[in-house]
């Protein structure tokens, strides 16, 4: 058994900004995992709300694991001390997905199918960032220029307040007009919960499909208040990291969205579907910084999950990694044994 660490640079096309700040690089890193001549990969993508800010703590928190001896630990053993260990979901994931990844390797099966789960079936959303509306503007005719673009999901929550971001929701709208697309919106947390009822039912007669994460995390306790006679569906993110915040929160929201990064891989993953879908829920998966590796991962299970948002290595230039395509607007897997992605070539790499 022998792990393997790369320190990567990521370049976004466009900045990225939420709520909570403006995101245009990234670094990240990738867990190689050998064993019986097999090569498997995982990937971390560190963020200060997952308990790690850099690449060089993910790694410190994986050697502590990995010098805990964990030869003989299943999956689900190796998460379970990982969460002993305290370490931070954003670095567990990294291994987790590079052991899920060797295991449908050593079975010559896609994750998928060891998994036994359908093949991506759901269009993607394209995130378009807070921007001026002649930003957005710019950057929505951007994405539409590829012509199997389904869905976008629009960032709102803006420090300019709620005037503001009903501007850049109505550059969307006047962009899209005239294609059928789908449109969702996430606040990340932006919005007070006077505000967030006055977007949503603006919002809700304007073409938005559902809103997420309207409240900032820790105010949880206020979403009873949102959830009764709401005019579009909530789900929560931030609020919402393991499957036990599906079980503290499920009567107040009408969906999920699980992120590898925050739950620390597809173990957890999977727990929360469960649990969501055992209450009753809708389901999303969605991303951080990450690169092909981990979107693979990501997409390997959305078979099962009612919306995706799994588009954070088309903002990449360049990409590190190879794996995933999009097909009809999906972010589809390839036929190869495991999750399908790696890292593409060692001129990206920093080695560890």
């Not at 107040?252 to 992120?259: E, I, S």
Request: glycine share 8%.
């Amino acid at each position: 058994m022998e792990f393997n660490f790369h320190t990567v640079n990521l370049k976004k096309k466009f900045p990225l900004q939420i709520s909570r700040g403006t995101h245009d690089k990234s670094q990240n890193l990738f867990v190689e995992f050998i064993k019986d001549g097999i090569t498997a990969w995982g990937e971390c993508a560190p963020g200060k709300t997952e308990g790690a800010s850099t690449a060089h703590e993910v790694e410190v928190h994986l050697k502590r694991l990995i010098d805990s001896k964990i030869d003989s630990l299943s999956q689900y053993e190796l998460y379970q001390r990982a969460k002993d260990l305290n370490v931070p979901a954003c670095a567990m994931a990294g291994i987790d997905i590079a052991l899920w990844d060797w295991s449908a390797k050593k079975a010559n099966m896609s994750l998928k199918d060891l998994l036994g789960l359908p093949s991506p079936s759901v269009p993607t959303s394209l995130t378009v960032g807070i921007n001026p509306p002649e930003v957005v503007k710019e950057r929505v005719e951007l994405i539409l220029q590829n012509p199997q673009v389904r869905a976008l999901k629009i960032k709102l929550g803006s420090n300019e307040g709620i005037e503001y971001d009903k501007l850049i929701y109505s550059q969307v709208i006047e962009s899209t007009k005239n294609k059928d697309i789908a449109i969702r919106v996430d606040a990340n947390g932006g919005w007070t919960l006077d505000d967030a009822k006055l977007m949503m039912k603006w919002l809700s007669e304007r073409k938005a499909e559902y809103i997420e994460q309207p409240l900032v995390e820790g105010e949880e306790d206020k979403l009873k208040f949102l959830f009764e006679g709401r005019p579009l569906p909530i789900f929560i993110d931030e609020s919402c990291r393991f499957a036990e915040d599906v079980a503290n929160y499920y009567q107040y929201v009408d969906g999920v969205n699980l992120k590898l990064m925050k739950c620390g891989g597809i173990t957890e993953a999977l727990k929360i579907l469960n649990v969501a879908k055992a209450h009753g829920l809708k389901t999303m998966i969605g991303c951080m910084s990450e690169s092909s590796v981990s979107i693979s991962a990501g997409a390997s299970i959305t078979g099962i999950i009612d919306y995706v948002d799994l588009d954070s290595h088309y903002n990449l230039d360049p990409d590190p990694s190879e794996g995933p395509s999009m097909v009809n607007g999906i972010t589809m897997i390839n036929s190869l044994p495991g999750h399908g992605a790696k890292l593409k070539t060692q001129s990206y790499v920093e080695t560890n």
